[in-house]
């Protein structure tokens, strides 16, 4: 009798703990459900100022209307999208690195955040070296989270292109590199005070990169945009970090891609 009475004690605990850990995933999961549901709406929302969809082949093509961007909300200064992923935002540009960590492109409380430049770099993507945020988010490929795609190299090898549209410019940006790092690394310089340290910065890129790829005529006058999300492999709240970096390169191309 107390054997079978002790079995039922452990039986009990057992469904107790087991019960006690759906509801504590629950709590996390299901706000960031909610967060998730509601980044999608506001994508939603931009799409329609930026795409136009061909009815009969549904080919999709990326025609912003930045009086309408704006308007939704002045601090979007761009649109990224880089082909074979859901990267596919506006850019928008805050007076700090914080707000944007937790609000959407909309401007609206949302923890998946935005994808936005630095607040000290150039609007118009005109300094030698801009960075632009997102977040990875655990278990949903929301914001830049499918970076981390560009460290399979057969991935990287196929992807040899990314796109950035601002109200001045269009640019196919060459991918030059992924590379994985910390917060303090010398990667994330964005001051340089003359060609030789514009040189060796290009050189840097490449010694600690993971995959990367030569491109013609790469010179110290070419502005560079590194991409920078947190590595989901350390987990959420590390100092780790993966970078992809490219040249901007003016284009006059159209960008289509199926709906």
Not at 24 to 33: G, K, Q
Not at 56 to 85: R, S
Not at 191 to 207: C, H, P, V
Request: aromatic fraction near 12%; glycine fraction near 4%.
């Amino acid at each position: 009798m107390n054997k079978k009475r002790r079995k039922n004690w452990i039986y009990n605990i057992a469904i107790v703990f087991f019960l006690g850990i759906m509801v504590f995933s629950l709590w996390n999961l299901v706000p960031l459900l909610m967060q998730e549901h509601a980044d999608n709406e506001t994508q939603k929302e931009m799409e329609q100022m930026v795409e136009k969809v061909e009815e009969e082949t549904q080919i999709v093509t990326l025609d912003p209307d930045w009086e309408a961007l704006q308007a939704a909300n002045p601090q979007i200064i761009g649109w990224i999208y880089v082909p074979d992923t859901v990267i596919n935002y506006p850019i928008v540009q805050g007076s700090d690195n914080d707000y944007y960590l937790d609000h959407s492109s909309l401007g609206e409380a949302n923890t998946i955040g935005s994808i936005f430049l630095d607040a000290n770099a150039s609007a118009d993507l005109s300094d030698f070296h801009s960075i632009i945020y997102g977040h990875s988010v655990l278990n949903s490929s929301a914001m830049l989270t499918q970076v981390a795609q560009f460290a399979d190299a057969d991935f990287f090898e196929a992807h040899p292109y990314l796109y950035i549209l601002t109200p001045q410019q269009t640019y196919r940006c060459d991918i030059l590199a992924l590379t994985k790092t910390t917060s303090d690394s010398a990667l994330y310089q964005t001051w340089f005070g003359d060609d030789a340290q514009r040189e060796s910065y290009l050189q840097l890129i490449y010694s600690q990169a993971l995959h990367s790829r030569e491109v013609e005529d790469l010179q110290t006058q070419d502005s560079i945009v590194m991409l920078s999300t947190c590595d989901l492999d350390y987990g959420l709240d590390s100092e780790y970090r993966i970078l992809l970096h490219a040249r901007l390169v003016p284009w006059e191309g159209t960008i289509t891609y199926e709906q």
